[in-house]
């Protein structure tokens, strides 16, 4: 079965980038470019398998978007996650406070990215 993949980042070129490799490894790609479009595309699909956003995008950041998907009972459980320039040790306990599942800094590696996904989409 083919899994799918909400990506949510204001970055076009980091959208389009992740895409196209996951797309490779034969992932189905749903894109958002903010968290309000990313809370948009969960409330139009209940297929999701697992989410990756970012932290800071404008309009709804990456926290926000995470908990407002965690109260939408079939997400309750779903994977999220952050893909990110933040270090800071308090962002990562909001977001992990918040519902997030795993964290990745950006820049990371197609194979980094894919073991991680690999791992929660078992």
């Known amino acids: 079965m083919i899994k799918t993949i909400l990506l949510v980042d204001d970055s076009s070129s980091i959208r389009e980038t992740v895409a196209f ?16 479009h990313g809370l948009d595309k969960v409330m139009e699909n209940n ?3 697992l989410i990756l956003t970012d932290l800071h ?7 926000e978007f995470i908990r407002k998907v965690r109260d939408i009972e079939i997400y309750s ?6 893909l990110t320039t933040e270090t800071l040790q ?29 791992k929660l989409l078992r």
């Open 21 to 36: 490799f996951l797309e490779e490894e034969g992932y189905q790609i749903i894109k958002a470019e903010n968290g309000k």
């Open 47 to 49: 297929k999701i398998n």
């Open 57 to 63: 995008m404008p309009v709804m950041d990456g926290i």
């Open 77 to 82: 459980k779903i994977p999220i996650v952050l």
């Open 90 to 118: 308090e962002k990562k306990k909001a977001a992990k406070a918040a519902g997030a599942t795993a964290w990745i800094n950006k820049p990371f590696n197609k194979e980094q990215l894919l073991k991680v996904l690999k």
